[in-house]
C-alpha cells in the first residue's frame, strides 16, 4: 500500500509540474525560438557533464543501508555528507577552471548554469536523498510542487515583459535554492540531526559498496548530457533546438518514469528480502504493469506527435514532432528493463556496471558520431540517432548481461511472456497505425484494442486495477 501511495504523490506532483512546465516551454518557445532553447540547452549540458563526478554511487548506497536498518542513522547522514562535501569540492575546482580556460564563450552563462548545478550538487540532492531513503515522497513531491509553482510565474512574467535570456537561465538556479529552503526546514523541524564525527568503518562500507557503481554513474551521466553538446557542434544550435523542444515533450514521460522507478527502488530491496517468491509472483506483474503501461504511452507518442507539435509550437517546429517519435523506443526500454535493474542491486551484483556502462557508452557515442551526420533519403538523421542508439543500448549489452545474471539466480526472467503478451499486440497495433499514416482518427481504435488484448491476456485485471487504484477509492469510500 505504501508503494503505491508513493508513487501516486510522485505522479499527481509531476503531472502538475508537467503541466506547468509545458505551458511555460511553449510561450518560451514562441518568445525566444528553437535556436535560443538550443543555446541554453548547450551552455546547460557543459556542467551536466562535469557535475557527473558528484554522486559516483553514493546515493544508492545511502538508501542502500537505510533501508537495511543496521547502522545508526546520524552515522550513515554525516559519513554520507562528508564523501559528498569532496565530490562537490572537486567539481567547484574542475567548473571553475572551465570557465577560466574558455574565454570565448558566453561567460554570464557559463557563470549561472557553473553556480545552479554547484547548488543542486552540494544542497539539494543530500536533502532529497535522506528523504527518498526514508520513503517520504509526500514531501519530496510538495517540495517540488512549491518551487516549480513559483518558477512557473517567474518563466512567464520574463517571457512577456524582458525576454532576457539570463533571466531564462536563472531559473533552474531558483528552483533549488527554493526547494533547499523549503525541505531543510522540513527536516529540521521534524527531527534535530545530533553531529558526528564519520565513523571511518561507515565510510568504508560506503566506498566498497559504491566502488562499482562509481564509474557507472560517472559514464553514464556523461554520455546522458554529451548528446546535446555533439548534436551542436556537429549540426548547429537550431537542430539542438528541435531535440531540446521533443525532449520537453517527453518529460511527462520522464516524469512518469522516475517516481515509479525511484519508489520502486528500496520497495524491491525490502521485498526480496521478506518474500522468498517474489521474483517469481510480484515482480513478473510488476514488469508486465509496467511495460503494458509503456505500450500505451507509446502508442499515444505515434498517433498524437504531430497533431500536438502543429497545434502548440507550430509548422516551424515540426521536425521536433519526428524525433520525439523515436523517443518511444527510450520508454519501452525503461519501463521495461529498471526492475530488472533494481534486481541485480538487491542481489548486490553491481561489479557488473562499469563494464556494461564502458561497453553502452563506447556503443552510444560511436553510434551518435556515425548517424548524426548521415542523410537518407534526403533527410537528415541529425538528433533522432540519440533516441535510436540509446534505446539499442539499453537492451544490448546491458539487457542481455542483467537478464544472464538473474536466470543463473531465478533460472526465469518472464522475457518470453512479456514479449508474447505485450510487444507482439503493440506491434501489431503500429503497423496497423502505419497503414494509415497513423491519422489522428485511427488512434482511438489502436488504443483501445491493445487494451482490449491486454484485458484478454490478464495482463490488465480488475484486481490490479483494483490495487492500483486502492488509494482513490479509498477516499472515495470515505467520501461516499
Known sequence: MKLIQNIYYRISSNVIIAALSFIASVVVIRTFGAEIVGTIAYYMSIFSVITCICDLGLSNAFIKFTADEKIEENALIFAYLSLKTILVATYFLLGASVIVYFDDVDQKLMLIFFVTFFIRSAFKEPFFKMRMAKRDFKTISLVELISNSIIFIYTITVCLFFQNIYLLSLKLLL???????????????????????????????????????????????????????????????????????????????????????????????????????????????????????????????????????????????????????????????????????????????????????????????????????????????????????????????????????????????????????????????????????????????????????QIHLKIITKSKLTFIFQPILSVYNKLT
Not at 186 to 213: C, M
Not at 249 to 263: H, N
Not at 270 to 285: G, I, L, N, P
Not at 373 to 394: E, F, K, S
Request: contains cysteine.
Open 175 to 453: 528552483i533549488y535554492i527554493i526547494e533547499i529552503l523549503v525541505i531543510s526546514i522540513i527536516i529540521f523541524r521534524e527531527k534535530k540531526l545530533i553531529f558526528k564525527f564519520p565513523d571511518w568503518q561507515v565510510i568504508k562500507k560506503y566506498i566498497n559498496f559504491s566502488l562499482p557503481f562509481a564509474l557507472t554513474t560517472f559514464i553514464s551521466s556523461l554520455v546522458a548530457n554529451i548528446d546535446k553538446l555533439i548534436i551542436g557542434n556537429m549540426i548547429g544550435m537550431k537542430e539542438l533546438g528541435f531535440y531540446d523542444i521533443a525532449k520537453r515533450l517527453f518529460a511527462p514521460v520522464e516524469l512518469l518514469i522516475k517516481p515509479i522507478s525511484t519508489t520502486l527502488y528500496p520497495e524491491v530491496l525490502k521485498r526480496m528480502v521478506s518474500k522468498q517468491d517474489f521474483f517469481y509472483t510480484e515482480f513478473r506483474e510488476i514488469v508486465h504493469t509496467l511495460t503494458s503501461i509503456a505500450g500505451i504511452i507509446t502508442i499515444c507518442m505515434f498517433f498524437l506527435s504531430y497533431p500536438i507539435v502543429t497545434i502548440v509550437y507550430g509548422q516551424e517546429n515540426l521536425r521536433a514532432a519526428f524525433i520525439l517519435v523515436f523517443f518511444s523506443g527510450i520508454c519501452i526500454a525503461k519501463f521495461f528493463l529498471k526492475p530488472y535493474h533494481h534486481i541485480i542491486h538487491g542481489l548486490e551484483l553491481q561489479y557488473i556496471y562499469p563494464y556494461l556502462t564502458v561497453a553502452s557508452s563506447l556503443i552510444r557515442i560511436s553510434g551518435y558520431l556515425l548517424l548524426i551526420p548521415i542523410v537518407i533519403l534526403d533527410i537528415q538523421i541529425g538528433a533522432i540517432a540519440i533516441p535510436i542508439v540509446n534505446t539499442l543500448t539499453w537492451f544490448f549489452p546491458a539487457g542481455v548481461v542483467i537478464w544472464s545474471k538473474i536466470r543463473k539466480k531465478y533460472n526465469k526472467t518472464h522475457i518470453f511472456e512479456t514479449i508474447t503478451k505485450i510487444f507482439i499486440p503493440l506491434f501489431v497495433v503500429l503497423f496497423a497505425g502505419y497503414q494509415f499514416n497513423y491519422h489522428i482518427y485511427f488512434f482511438y481504435f489502436g488504443l483501445i484494442a491493445f487494451i482490449m488484448m
